[in-house]
């Protein structure tokens, strides 16, 4: 039986899930794996007025980082403060005093791998991070330790929960985004300050991670094209619906080739046949294609203290498991895999869809479809709908054939300058 | 770069597609892992007709087993014969020589695990079988790696692809089983003698695998209650859909207590609300339910040359980097894992979906209900369909709340009994 000493820093809802699954699956844990885990130390900010102090003995809390950095027992330090700062600081000294860091800090890692692995390698450190992307879901071992002998060409993910909850509710209830956000704010299903999620940075965190793995290439957050949810609104979450699509916050990573990626964030219609398009409220999925595996789907919970936990405690496992400097590292600063370049937005194919209020007069799609035609887009479906008498007025929905976003960048351009052309209503990215 | 040299054995559509991964990825393995995996001999039946002979060069194949244990150059045999002879022996030999054996072979492994385990341990040799279960779907990794701090209490999986391809089928055409069983095998998705998979062979070998390593106790596939589809009628499909329900073969696995495990493999009726209701065609997937993650599931390609070989080379990988005496086992010779006793059929709890023809007359609902009464059998809901005035028949659809199998065999029994009931036409397990 191997003795292991750990400790947590940050007490919240990460924190205090993982010393909860230490404390409650010891026993198992002890007898499966032959490991004896325990936290010996937790470091909060504050003593007196912390959540969840009674789960622990006093004796284990300090708000002192050196108690923990300076005691030899502890060989592993779990960082669940979230954010780059103190966390950042705090991962590298742990680090640099040879500690193994497993953290669930999506953020911090996504902003600052390469100081991080740099500092892990000079020490024989291990660095762990399966919570990071996918709450419990194990889609970091996954790609390393099962899919290593595919040539990953597709990666695309459900990983923020928060904005999959607001759009299933808008899909299910046909309500507007304004009013759902509330309700999830004042269900605590979304911050105060909801930006992080529905203006999509999370997913932006997270892809960078999931596409550096995937296609074992840095992918830096400045490279991640990012569009949030808010202005989805129920008409076209109602027009998708009429054509068979569910409206996904989809983080997207496709490689052209072996020196061609594109990574991005956006709302996405998807078909209602696709396996990711019923993943619905707080879960994730994340869906990939590798040239020996064909596609695959991993599911789970995305967030919550136990889930997320889980994924934190199996991290911890590996590390006891593991040898000082038997770890794994990614190795991203190589020639080989470094990208040329990030495949630029304009010159992305994808679907489109395109819903647009017109003049309701004879010939009106005549022009429209002249324009399309000009610019080399071709025209996939079309539903004419919500027929206004009262001001003259109708809305065509087109879903085209895959196109060049430059394309149909210059087609809408030049759609907005007909006079029969009232307002290009929504313009959206269509996945098979 | 270490080099590891390995033998194939079999070179048919699992043996050929290991070949394949390994030399169409061999430069992104060398690279990403460090490795360089050769194949140096595959033992073949026959070196003038064999299939696939052209892949690979001529000196490559070899008749006599005996050419590969004792080339003490080959660390690493792949198994991807099949069936339990020559492949159990064949296995055996490998290990007792001290070469680490990767298998896709479910029905060996569930067999006769004991001894190829006891031979592995005593020469420090690997035992490595991702592929045995779900084919491309890392599953047995995810248990071991990933779920470890879990305590699972639910494995549900559709895990043989055959089946899942004739029951989708069956729901989208609605046609009846043989004529679809008939299709499948002029398709070559069925085998000529259909029985390993339409009468659930295949997924209690598999069940027995993923139980084991799930609830860490040995399951024996004599205590795996077993069903296969044959019975299962386009009538029965049609009412399920009416109902909001689909019915899939599933490999079911729960754990009652610590000693208390329930195994199964039998149609069951699913709400279309789940995600396994939408696993269709050649695709399986495994749904989970640990303590600390709750649900996952994990979906992909169950079968086909390529995704099986995915699985394979990702154990060949493994199994290449981890030093001989410290491969991983399983320990099911263990006091404290052994179940007393698995879950007896009667003792299951379970909802049920019960069709049956009656006569169409006034009372006769009044009856039945009496029945169920006695029984303690709640019923859920209940249809009435076809009514049909030539013979004064009326079909009657009963989905019951959760209830015991045996009172539920019981009232079944009395039904019979009653002259108002003419025939009891399918009895069906219904999971939610």
Known sequence: MKTTKIAILGFGTVGSGV??????????????????????????????????????????????????????????????????????????????????????????????????????????????????VGGGIPIIRALNDSMQANNISRVMGIINGTTNYILTKMTNEGRAYEEVLKEAQALGY???????????????????????????????????????????SAEDIAAAKELGYTIKLLAIGKKQDEKLLEVRVHPTMLPNSHPLSSVSGPFNAIFLTGNAVDDIMLYGRGAGMLPTASAVVSDVIVAAKTAKGAHPYMTFNNEFDAPQWLKNQKDWTS??????????????????????????????????????????????????DTARELSVQNALCALRALPCVREIKSVMRVEE
Not at 206 to 224: D, G, T
Not at 225 to 231: A, D, T, W
């Open 190 to 232: 979304a911050e105060a300050d909801p930006s992080a999620d529905v203006d999509g940075w999370d997913c932006v965190y997270k892809l960078s991670i999931l596409a550096s793995i995937a296609f074992h290439a840095r992918v830096n957050i400045e490279n991640i094209y990012r569009e949030g949810i808010s202005k989805v």
């Open 19 to 132: 010393y909860t699954v230490l404390q409650q699956n010891s026993e198992l844990i002890r007898h499966r794996q032959l490991l004896d885990l325990s936290v010996k130390r937790v470091l909060v900010r504050d003593l007196l007025h912390g959540r969840n102090l009674a789960l622990a003995p006093m004796e284990t809390f300090t708000t002192d980082y050196a108690d923990i950095l300076a005691d030899g027992e502890i060989s592993i330090v779990v960082e669940c403060i979230g954010g780059v700062n103190p966390a950042k600081d705090y991962i590298l000294r742990a680090l640099q005093a040879g500690k193994t860091v497993v953290t669930a800090n999506k953020e911090v890692l996504s902003k600052h791998w390469p100081d991080l692995e740099r500092a892990a390698k000079e020490t024989g450190a291990g660095l762990y991070f399966e919570a990071s």
């Open 351 to 400: 679907s489109y869809f395109l819903r647009m209020e017109v003049d309701d007069e004879l010939g009106v799609l005549s022009k429209i479809a002249g324009v399309f035609a000009e610019y080399g887009v071709s025209v996939h479906s079309l539903m004419q709908k919500n027929e206004n008498k009262a001001n003259g007025s109708a809305e065509l929905i087109f879903i085209t």
